[in-house]
């Protein structure tokens, strides 16, 4: 069973598309991510769902909009994709806030815009 | 604001010798320091974590090491193997995970 899985594993699509990536934990866990790591393979933290709520959101553009139906999901909506946006984007869950709980990161979603 | 540095950012080795990676960070009201290992086109897969009021964990061939007050932490590879050739990363754990550039590994048969 995947712990935290995300689908499509690759997309590839034109500037200026709409594209959605899924997120799914089966973890039982509180606390969703969705991390960004672009060429150099670094990773940024993007956004961050507490129990359905928002509570991380970095300056990221107002096209990429995170939706958590349940605390067990955590889509990523990107309207209007531009060249720069290619990157690999990464979904984690962790149980909730104490300091011995892991991150658990799923095996991320290529995105590459033409 | 939290900033993560690793070094090296790329080690190679031959097969058997032990090694040590470096993360150190800038601001030490930290939850936790995990260290994870990644292999290319594929995930984050985590490695030790270790909680603010601890100095260590182990796992197997692996140990990490936590200083807060010198903003630093190390994980140790012993007897290093091929299979152990990966980007290795670290990440402070606040409100935010925040993450290191990672150090490439490769472990030379």
């Known amino acids: 069973d995947t712990a935290v899985s995300q689908t499509p594993k690759y997309l590839v699509t034109q500037m200026g598309n709409d594209k959605s990536i899924k997120c799914e934990q089966n973890?039982?866990?509180?606390?969703m991510y969705w991390y960004k790591q672009d060429s150099k393979k670094f990773l940024k933290i993007m956004f961050s769902?507490?129990?359905?709520?928002?509570?991380i959101n970095e300056t990221v553009p107002n096209r990429f909009s995170p939706k958590s139906p349940d605390k067990a999901h955590l889509n990523l909506h990107i309207n209007s994709l531009e060249l720069g946006d290619s990157a690999v984007y990464f979904c984690?869950?962790?149980?909730?806030?104490?300091?011995?709980?892991?991150?658990?990161f799923g095996s991320g979603t290529q995105l590459s815009v033409l | 604001k939290q900033e993560v540095t690793q070094i090296p950012a790329a080690l190679s080795v031959p097969e058997g010798e032990n090694l040590v990676l470096n993360c150190s960070f800038t601001?030490?009201?930290?939850?936790?320091l995990q260290w994870f290992r990644q292999d290319p086109g594929k995930g984050l897969t985590s490695l030790l974590l270790?909680?603010?009021?601890?100095r260590e964990q182990t796992s197997g061939r692996l140990n990490a090491s936590l200083d807060k007050s010198s903003g630093r932490s190390t994980l140790y590879i012993a007897a290093s193997q091929p299979g152990d050739s990966a980007t290795y990363l670290c990440?402070?754990?606040?409100?935010?995970?925040?993450f290191g550039a990672g150090t490439r590994l490769f472990v030379k048969a």
């Open positions: 984690a869950s962790r149980a909730g806030g104490g300091t011995n709980e892991k991150l658990f």
């Open positions: 973890l039982g866990h509180d606390t």
């Open positions: 769902y507490n129990n359905k709520e928002l509570i």
């Open positions: 601001d030490s009201a930290i939850y936790n």
């Open positions: 270790i909680q603010s009021s601890q």
């Open positions: 990440a402070v754990g606040g409100f935010k995970t925040i």
